[in-house]
């Protein structure tokens, strides 16, 4: 079974820094039938049921600010945030059809 | 755009069973899976299983097999998710989510959750 490992797992960012987090699979991503990575980042804010960012390894969900970009390959990939804001925080989750990575709490310094 | 309304919270009995619905608002889910994942008090997202309804099949994560069963009606807006046996371990919020999917029954892209149904297992 494929696991999904995030680092770091606290993240504290000044507001209108940048901000990246991390995941790395346990085998490659890489979908031989379709060539797709199908990796998500989710974002679960404070109280809140988890929103999906990104999909497809860096497909924009609706709506997502596009201060939000997924990008890498194989068994590493990165969620980006240009510029942090304060509605930023939450715990963020990759996730690879169903299996989730541990979560990393962003939070403003 | 469809919103997904879940039921209300339970409290059960260790051993017992409980449903949790999930109803869609808006429209259906019939072209889509409905996912269900769960969360423990302070803990991450844990995938329990899924069902598409165009195909009427469910597919389930090892760890819940046996003990769970996913369902959705005929008209695609209402989707259930039963687990029995219940433990103390099983106290959780429960969340329904539309998703995309797979041949072979795998699931991204949940992009519609329900608001979550929190199920406590207490004697």
């Known amino acids: 079974d494929v696991v999904m490992t995030q680092t770091p797992l606290s993240l504290p960012v000044t507001p209108g820094e940048p901000a990246s987090i991390s995941c790395r699979s346990s085998?490659?991503?890489?979908?031989?039938?379709?060539?797709?990575?199908?990796v998500d980042w989710y974002l679960q804010k404070p109280g809140q049921s988890p929103q999906l960012l990104i999909y497809?390894?860096?497909s924009r969900a609706s709506g997502v600010p596009d201060r939000f970009s997924g990008s890498g390959s194989g068994t590493d990939f990165t969620l980006k945030l240009s510029r942090v804001e304060a509605e930023d925080v939450g715990v963020y989750y990759c996730m690879h059809l169903g299996t989730f990575g541990q979560g990393t709490k962003l939070e403003i310094k | 755009q469809v919103q997904l309304v879940q039921s209300g919270a339970e409290v059960k009995k260790p051993g017992s069973s409980v449903k949790v619905s999930c109803k869609a608002s808006g429209g259906t889910f019939y072209e889509f899976a409905i996912t269900w994942v769960r969360q423990a008090p302070g803990q991450g997202l844990e995938w329990m299983g899924g069902?598409?309804?165009?195909?009427?099949?469910?597919n389930y994560a090892q760890k819940f097999q046996g003990r769970v069963t996913i369902s959705a009606d005929e008209s695609a807006t209402t989707a259930y998710m039963e687990l029995s046996s219940l433990r103390s371990e099983d106290t959780a919020v429960y969340y329904c989510?539309?998703?995309?999917?797979?041949?072979?029954?795998?699931?991204?892209?949940?992009?519609?959750w329900g608001q979550g149904t929190t199920v406590t297992v207490s004697s």
């Open positions: 069902t598409i309804p165009i195909f009427g099949t469910a």
């Open positions: 497809t390894l860096s």
């Open positions: 085998q490659s991503l890489l979908n031989s039938d379709d060539g797709n990575t199908y």
């Open positions: 989510a539309m998703s995309r999917f797979l041949r072979g029954h795998t699931y991204f892209a949940m992009d519609v």
